[in-house]
């Protein structure tokens, strides 16, 4: 049997890893290959093209790279018709899948099945394409439980399995007098977001003598960040394991709005989420997103549980507040807490391995 992956971001590297473990532990004989990250790539997994290539992030940072995203969405597509798989799944990246996959509609006659895996956010925003995936896919397997609904009423086969991050065993540890800044895993947001923060980061690393301060970020954008960060007291990590020890042991963290906010809840890290982007894209999320929040445990429990600056609310005024609060005030910090172990406990199908469900229904 052929699967193909596509796993064009950070975040989807991570599902995929351990998809393609529980593949594999199902079936040793089965060929895998795609498009994937460093996780991915550690089980043998051969990657067409490096996610790097995948790092724009936004509308109109799409529209002025569009050539680039083209020719891509040109390049994968020649790679799959070269292959003749009989399973093909895209995880997240809704705008480069969904493209990809109406294109080789025609695949459909060899009965090749079409799978995707995270659900775009359409109760957030583009509700269209949920009628628009119920047409190109075969089957969708959801993160979270309210979503199935919205794909199920446009005949989509849809399935809620929960998000792997807290399906793997977790050991609670004692936090560390740590500082984490997760600037985010494309280029785009990282410069936006840490340009913002450097002063802070400059500031706080200064006032708070007794932490010790770090970036977490991947290997191509280490050298980005030194320039931005090249006057402060920070150390930058790129290697896995280190960053989830780091994450595990942090007293706090400062991260871009994205799935990295899973894991802190997942440990019971306190956190601050910042996000900032081109004007223009700023002008059309504001437009047409219809949640309050950002961050998805806020969007979860509709109130913010944990303070998120987005746009023009991301200031030093209103971060640094927020962190000195954090750092000193105890209540603030268990109040965060007390949310996000209610929260872990809803993030699973009946506590079972996102990546078994998924792997027991497609090979099925």
């Known amino acids: 049997m052929k699967i193909i992956i596509i796993a064009t971001e950070a975040s989807g590297d991570y599902l995929g890893l351990h998809l393609i473990k529980e593949l594999k532990r199902k079936n040793k004989n089965i060929s895998i ?22 790092s724009t992030i936004g509308v109109f940072e799409v529209l002025i790279r569009i050539f680039k995203f083209i020719k891509l969405l040109n390049f994968v597509e020649k ?114 977001n840490l340009k913002l923060l450097r002063n802070l980061i400059k500031d706080t690393s200064s006032k708070y003598k007794d932490y010790k301060f770090f970036v977490l970020t991947f290997e191509p954008y280490k050298n980005l960040i030194s320039k931005i960060l090249n006057e402060c007291d920070i150390k930058i990590v790129t290697d896995y394991k280190k960053k989830r020890n780091l994450i595990k042991q942090s007293f706090l963290a400062v991260a871009a709005s ?23 894209t700023k002008f059309i999320i504001k437009l047409f997103v219809k949640v309050k929040f950002a961050t998805i445990i806020n969007i979860f429990f509709k109130k913010e549980i ?35 172990k209610k929260f872990s406990t809803s993030m699973l199908h009946k506590s079972q391995n996102p990546s078994k469900i998924i792997c027991d229904k497609i090979l099925n």
């Open 33 to 54: 290959e795609g498009v994937g990250g460093q996780l991915m790539e550690s089980t043998g997994f051969e990657s067409w093209i490096k996610i790097s290539e995948f």
């Open 79 to 192: 790679k799959i018709r070269s292959r003749d798989p009989n399973i093909i799944i895209t995880i997240d990246s809704p705008s480069f899948n969904y493209r990809l996959i109406k294109k080789i509609q025609d695949l459909r006659k060899k009965k090749i099945k079409f799978i995707h895996y995270v659900a775009p956010t359409v109760w957030a925003w583009k509700e269209y394409r949920a009628k628009i995936f119920a047409k190109f896919y075969d089957q969708l397997f959801t993160l979270f439980k309210f979503e199935p609904k919205y794909f199920l009423k446009f005949g989509l086969s849809s399935k809620f399995v929960g998000h792997q991050i807290f399906y793997d065993k977790k050991k609670l540890i004692k936090k560390k007098n740590i500082i984490l800044f997760l600037p985010g895993s494309r280029k785009v947001e990282i410069e936006k």
């Open 258 to 280: 994205g799935s990295v906010t899973l894991e802190l809840c997942k440990y019971n890290t306190p956190m601050i989420v910042v996000y900032d982007t081109h004007h223009i």
């Open 306 to 340: 944990v303070p998120e600056y987005i746009f023009e609310k991301f200031t030093y005024s209103n971060v640094i507040k927020s962190f000195d609060d954090l750092i000193k005030n105890k209540k603030q910090r268990n109040k965060q807490i007390n949310f996000m």
